[in-house]
T-cell receptor, first 112, second 109 residues
Framework: EDQVTQSPEALRLQEGESSSLNCSYT??????LFWYRQDPGKGPEFLFT???AGEEKEKERLKATLTKKESFLHITAPKPEDSATYLC?????????????FGQGTELSVKP | NAGVTQTPKFRVLKTGQSMTLLCAQD?????MYWYRQDPGMGLRLIHY???????AKGEVPDGYNVSRLKKQNFLLGLESAAPSQTSVYFC????????FGSGTRLTVV
């Protein structure tokens, strides 16, 4: 069964304290892995797509990496405005209709 | 650049009442989706559509119906609401890098 597990469930950081969020996945074949950011009371906002092991994508203080079993979202020198819930999702090969399978998310809090 | 618009934003229903949630997108996307988000459960797919006039079941379709009469609109219906359908509902469009609406918070009492 295709599955996505994110850890930790919640992460509290001090401003400037770098860390990583983990997304472990089990799929028969991976078409793509996606990271989204969700602010309270809003819909998820697309961040990155990764397609193959070894691939990396960067945006400001965020860098996403991918292996055959997991993805990491590295946050370098975070600021309070980076506080949000980060969602990971996978799209299996042969998945009809573009459906994504989401993890439960990691709630990140960055204190000044 | 409206993207994906959901209406209403909030709604309280009594058990057994019916309602329709509307999703409209202006990006000419073929694919549209309805998800529900519950604490500790993540986003779960209810129904989806791969084009005008088509719909298909997702992971948790029971108690819901959908229609895609026009390419830009995707409607989610609850025929007889139950407390278990209390949730936040998100509509999305796109093939991979989804664009999400801002959500509908539904409470069934």
């Amino acid at each position: 069964e295709d599955q996505v597990t994110q850890s930790p469930e919640a992460l509290r950081l001090q401003e400037g304290e770098s860390s990583s969020l983990n997304c472990s996945y089990t799929v028969s074949g991976l078409r793509g892995l996606f990271w989204y950011r969700q602010d309270p009371g809003k819909g998820p906002e697309f961040l990155f797509t990764l397609y193959s092991a070894g691939e990396e994508k960067e945006k400001e203080r965020l860098k996403a990496t991918l292996t055959k079993k997991e993805s990491f979202l590295h946050i370098t020198a975070p600021k309070p405005e980076d506080s949000a819930t980060y969602l990971c999702a996978v799209q299996p090969i042969g998945n009809q209709g573009g459906k994504l399978i989401f993890g439960q998310g990691t709630e990140l809090s960055v204190k000044p | 650049n409206a993207g994906v618009t959901q209406t209403p934003k909030f709604r309280v229903l009594k058990t057994g009442q019916s309602m329709t949630l509307l999703c409209a997108q202006d990006m000419n996307h073929e694919y549209m989706y309805w998800y529900r988000q519950d604490p500790g459960m993540g986003l779960r797919l209810i129904h989806y559509s791969v084009g005008e006039g088509t719909t298909a079941k997702g992971e948790v379709p029971d108690g819901y119906n959908v229609s895609r009469l026009k390419k830009q609109n995707f409607l989610l219906g609850l025929e007889s609401a139950a407390p278990s359908q209390t949730s936040v509902y998100f509509c999305a469009s796109g093939l991979q890098s989804y664009t999400f609406g801002s959500g509908t918070r539904l409470t069934v009492v």
